[in-house]
């Protein structure tokens, strides 16, 4: 019963602002490592952010760090992904996902992760 769907993708110019959700069901997230992750066309799914279950402990991939923030509030069971100064190659499908019970939330790759959402589409055009 463990789920995870992703809302708030769109249509965004180069520049503008999205707010990603991820509502999570069916385990508590206090205990889980959150990951944002994407994947555009013809390319391999990418770790785009990252942040342990408690502590505040954050990764982002380099091309995102600065415009991107990951943040959680464990109360309301959500991973949110904050992004400013959106450029073209932001976009792909954006999906959370979530590690094992109190596993590191590093690295930030697919292969930690171990519940995945449907995702929801990103896309930057003018």
């Known amino acids: 019963q463990v789920q995870l769907v992703e809302s708030g993708g769109g249509l965004v110019q180069p520049g503008g602002s999205l707010r990603l959700s991820c509502a999570v069901s069916?385990?508590?997230?206090?205990?889980?490592?959150i990951g944002w992750f994407r994947q555009a066309p013809g390319k391999e799914r990418e770790g785009v952010s990252c942040?342990?279950?408690?502590?505040?402990?954050?990764y982002y991939v380099g091309s995102v760090k600065g415009r991107f923030t990951i943040s959680r509030d464990n109360a309301k069971n959500t991973v949110y992904l904050q992004m400013n100064s959106l450029k073209h190659e932001d976009t792909a499908v954006y999906y959370c996902?979530?590690?094992?019970?109190?596993?590191?939330?590093?690295?930030?790759?697919?292969?930690?992760?171990?519940?995945w959402g449907q995702g929801t589409q990103v896309t930057v055009s003018s």
């Open positions: 996902a979530a590690g094992g019970w109190d596993t590191d939330y590093y690295p930030c790759t697919p292969q930690e992760y171990s519940y």
């Open positions: 069916g385990f508590t997230l206090d205990h889980y490592p």
């Open positions: 942040i342990s279950s408690n502590d505040g402990s954050t």
